[in-house]
């Protein structure tokens, strides 16, 4: 892999990421790895420069990976960021369920009832990974639950029920929450979402 990444010359740089650099190679396998009659897969290679190169246990100040697809439609860059999104770093998924989430700690010592746990965890993340990706604004696309927790859920409101509609009312100057909350309302109603579309109304008294 590092041969073939290093003959691509047109690097481009993730606006999101500096350490991450990322290149199509003109990489074509060999006959007996390549299927009859089926169209060469497309080869993206993955550069990655961090910043302490010296820390690296085998010695290389540059890292190289590589993504094989058969979509040759989408930007490069996009299915990077897909092929990462769909848990191609698994580990950062466990980290949130564990350390955001509740999965680290079991309730109790019953196989049942902590699998049952497992899956409630799992269920939590999925919903909040809809949520980011269908709802939120672009810059939460990849917050956290605990920034989603300060910035969407834990915010101090009143609760009221007035001619069939329940309002949430922000005591405060909360405009700029209050128009995040309205817009993610709104494109989950367009989603199908079984919410009603009432409107937030701030008390700024």
Known sequence: ???????ATDWHRDPEDPCLS???????PSAPSAKKGRKPDRYLGIRIEPRQRELF???NEVKYFAVVTNDFDRDGLELIHW????????????????????AG????????????WLRLNVLAYNLLSVLRRTALPKELERARPKRLRFLVFS???????HARQTIARL????DEVVVRLSSVRRRLWQQGSVWDATPLCPDTS
């Open 22 to 28: 990322w290149a199509e190679l003109d990489f074509v």
């Open 105 to 116: 700690v079991l309730p109790c010592e019953r196989f049942g009832a902590n699998a049952a």
């Open 1 to 7: 892999m590092r041969a073939a990444a290093e003959v």
């Open 83 to 102: 092929q990462r999104q769909k848990a191609g770093t698994i580990e950062h998924t466990n980290d949130i369920l564990k350390n955001d989430l509740a």
């Open 155 to 161: 915010l101090a409101a009143t609760v009221l029920s």
């Open 57 to 59: 246990t085998d010695g």
């Open 171 to 174: 005591v405060g100057a909360f």
